[in-house]
């Protein structure tokens, strides 16, 4: 996919992010890759955007401080571009910036798999 239309369809999913059926199947997405790499995650709130990415946020620092290969397969499991993974960390090693990134990759995925669902 060309990168300005991947830009195009990253974008009209987090538009979708404000609706509330959207954000918790991107949560759910979220959480079941955390799961499969072995890391707990526990939603606070999911009514809205501030909280998910701190609790998201939250998550990826605690995680990358006590098991680095659970950090390292949860964004592979997330398809976190390597390049803009090693990016975020350097720049913001508070995560807030992958905490954005790991959103925008969820809610591609569920994006892809509302949109064309049989």
Not at 63 to 75: C, I, R
Request: aromatic share 10%; glycine share 2%.
């Amino acid at each position: 996919m060309k990168a300005d239309k991947k830009q195009e369809v990253v974008r009209q999913a987090m538009e979708k992010m404000n609706d509330m059926v959207f954000r918790q199947l991107t949560c759910e997405q979220i959480e079941s890759d955390a799961q499969r790499a072995g890391v707990e995650l526990r939603w606070r709130d999911t009514d809205d955007l501030d909280s998910i990415s701190s609790c998201l946020r939250d998550a990826l620092y605690g995680t990358q401080q006590s098991n680095n290969q659970a950090f390292q397969q949860w964004m592979y499991l997330l398809d976190v571009p390597e390049r803009e993974f090693v990016q975020s960390v350097t720049e913001d090693p508070s995560m807030h910036l992958l905490a954005i990134i790991v959103l925008q990759r969820a809610a591609f995925k569920v994006f892809f798999r509302t949109h064309w669902k049989g």
